[in-house]
C-alpha cells in the first residue's frame, strides 16, 4: 500500500512540498509538517492545539465523537466496573495489567512511601488558614524537588520508577495534611494496613481524640472516581507536565506545574464551580434564567461542567458518575439530594436547549463528581485536589513516556508576531 501523502501548494511562490501522513493504531492520522518552515518557510497556526499533535503516545486514546475512552487499549467502562485505582495506575505506568504478583509488589512500593518528611510537614504552618488547598498541594510538591537527591537523575530508569511511587504514595499525604491545615486539626499519619483511598478517607477525617471507623462506599466511589480521573491523554495539566519536564525540569517541579494547571475552572476547577453553581441556581424555576445568562457571551457565565475540547457526542466518563452518584447517594440513605435533583433537571433541560444542542456541548466527567465528593464529606475546595491525586499517575505515565523516549525535545511552540516592526530607540527627551 502506498504511503498517504498531502501536498502542500505555495502559490504565491510557485513551491509545493509533499507532506508525510502517519497512521497511529487507532484514530485519525496526523500530517507530519516537521520539515514544513525549511521546505516553504512558513509554520502553522493553531490558538488552543485544537488541531495539533504535540507528541506521539501509547498511553491513552480518546474518540471524542464516539465517547470512547481507552486507557492502553482497555475501554474506561471495563475498568470502571471491574479493576481499582491501583491496578489502574500499574497499568498506566507499565503498559499492562499486572499478574497478583506484580499487583502486590506494586502496592507495597507504593505503600512504602505514604510518610512525608517532617520537613515538609511545617510547610504547611505557612500558610494562612484560608488558603485554597490546590495552592498548598502545588507549593509543596514543588518543594518536594529540594529533598530527594538520592534518585534525582530523570534518565536513570530505576531513579524514575522511585520517583513515580513517591509521588503517587505522597500527593495523598500532602492532600490531607492541606485540609487538616485549613480545619486546624493535626496532620493524620498513613495507615499502611489500608488500601489506598481508605488509607486517604483515614488521612482527612481521622483525629487523635476518638476512633475512625472508615465507610466502605465512601472508599469505593472514590476509587471509581479515581479510576475514571487518571489520565486523559493531552489535556492542559499533562501537557503543562511534559512541556516542563521537556526542559529537564526534576519531575516534582513538572507535577506541580500540571497541579497548576489544573486549577482552573475550564478544567480540573470545574468540579468545585459545579457545585457554587448549582447552590447559585437553587431551584428548578431558576434554570431558565440561568441558561439564559450562559448562553449570552457577554456574560462570562458558561454551564459548569458541559461541554469538552474532545468529547462531541458524550462523554464516557460523566454517564458512569452519573449512574453512581445515583447508587452512592442511595447507599448512603441520601437519596432524596436536592444538588442532584437539580443537577438531573439541569442536564435534562440543557440537553433540549438548541444552544448545547447545536455546539454539541454534553455533561462532561466534572458535572457529577462533585455531588459524590459532598456526599463522602469532602469539602468543595478539596474537590480539584481530588483530582489532582487520580491525575497525578497520569501526569507520571506521560513523563516517563516523554522521557523515556531518546527522541524527546524541548516543548518550543511559534508564534504570529503581530506586535511592531524594528524601530530605533528615542530619549526620553524626544518623546512626546
Ligand atoms: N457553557 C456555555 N457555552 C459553552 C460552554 C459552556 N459550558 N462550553 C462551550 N460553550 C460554547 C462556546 O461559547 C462556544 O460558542 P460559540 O461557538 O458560539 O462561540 C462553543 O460552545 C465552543 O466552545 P469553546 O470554548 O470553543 O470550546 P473549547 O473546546 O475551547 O472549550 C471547555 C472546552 C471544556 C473549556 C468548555 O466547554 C467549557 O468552558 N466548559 C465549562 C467548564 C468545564 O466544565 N470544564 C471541564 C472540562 S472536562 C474536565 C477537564 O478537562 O478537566
Known amino acids: ?27 485519525p492520522s496526523v500530517v507530519d509538517i516537521a520539515k514544513l518552515n525549511k521546505e516553504l518557510g512558513v509554520f502553522t497556526y493553531d490558538p488552543g492545539f485544537g488541531m495539533t499533535a504535540a507528541t506521539e503516545s501509547r498511553i491513552t ?41 506484580q499487583l502486590d509488589e506494586f502496592i507495597g512500593n507504593i ?21 485554597h488547598p490546590m495552592a498548598m498541594v502545588s507549593a509543596v510538591i514543588a518543594s518536594m524537588s529540594a529533598f530527594y537527591h538520592d534518585s534525582m537523575d530523570i534518565y536513570n530508569p530505576r531513579h524514575r520508577e522511585i520517583f513515580a511511587h513517591r509521588i503517587i504514595a505522597k500527593i495523598a499525604t500532602i492532600a490531607a495534611a492541606a485540609h487538616k491545615h485549613s480545619l486546624g486539626q493535626p496532620h493524620v499519619y498513613p495507615r499502611n494496613d489500608l488500601d489506598y483511598c481508605s488509607n486517604l478517607l483515614h488521612m482527612l477525617y481521622a483525629v487523635p481524640c476518638e476512633p475512625y471507623e472508615i465507610d466502605p462506599v465512601a472508599a469505593q466511589a472514590l476509587d471509581l472516581l479515581f479510576i475514571l480521573h487518571a489520565d486523559h491523554e493531552q489535556n492542559a495539566s499533562t ?45 428548578v424555576d431558576n434554570i431558565p434564567k440561568f441558561l439564559a445568562q450562559a448562553k449570552d457571551k457577554s456574560s462570562h457565565v458558561r454551564l459548569m461542567g458541559f461541554g469538552h475540547r474532545v468529547y462531541k457526542n458524550f462523554d464516557p466518563r460523566a454517564k458512569i458518575i452519573r449512574e453512581t452518584c445515583h447508587k452512592v447517594l442511595s447507599r448512603l440513605g441520601r437519596s432524596d439530594n436536592p444538588l442532584f435533583e437539580l443537577a438531573l433537571r439541569l442536564e435534562e433541560i440543557a440537553l433540549k436547549d438548541e444552544y448545547f444542542v447545536a455546539r454539541k456541548l454534553y455533561p462532561n466527567v466534572d458535572f457529577y ?17 481530588m ?41 526620553i527627551a524626544k518623546r512626546a
Open 239 to 283: 501537557s503543562t507536565v511534559r512541556l516542563a519536564g521537556s526542559t529537564g525540569a526534576n519531575p516534582y517541579a513538572a507535577v506541580a506545574a500540571g497541579v497548576s494547571a489544573l486549577w482552573g475552572p475550564a478544567h480540573g476547577g470545574a468540579n468545585e464551580a459545579v457545585l457554587s453553581m448549582l447552590e447559585q441556581i437553587g431551584t
Open 1 to 27: 500500500m502506498t504511503q498517504k501523502t498531502f501536498e502542500l501548494v505555495d502559490q504565491s511562490n510557485d513551491r509545493k512540498m509533499t507532506l508525510p501522513v502517519r497512521a497511529g493504531t487507532i484514530g
Open 111 to 131: 505503600r512504602h512511601h505514604t510518610m512525608i518528611n517532617e520537613s515538609l510537614l511545617r510547610f504547611f504552618h505557612g500558610f494562612h488558614y484560608d488558603a
Open 369 to 385: 463528581s462533585g455531588i459524590i465528593y459532598s456526599a463522602i464529606g469532602i469539602p468543595r475546595s478539596m474537590f480539584t485536589v
Open 387 to 427: 483530582f489532582a491525586i487520580a491525575r497525578t499517575v497520569g501526569w507520571v505515565a506521560h513523563w516517563q513516556e516523554m522521557i523515556g523516549d531518546p527522541a524527546m525535545r524541548i516543548g518550543r511552540p511559534r508564534q504570529l508576531y503581530t506586535g511592531p516592526a524594528r524601530r530605533e530607540y528615542t530619549s
Open 61 to 101: 486514546y480518546i474518540d471524542g465523537d464516539a465517547g470512547v475512552l481507552l486507557y492502553r487499549g482497555y475501554p474506561v467502562e471495563q475498568l470502571a466496573e471491574k479493576s481499582t485505582f491501583m491496578e489502574v495506575a500499574y497499568l498506566l505506568l507499565h503498559s499492562e495489567l499486572p499478574t497478583r504478583k
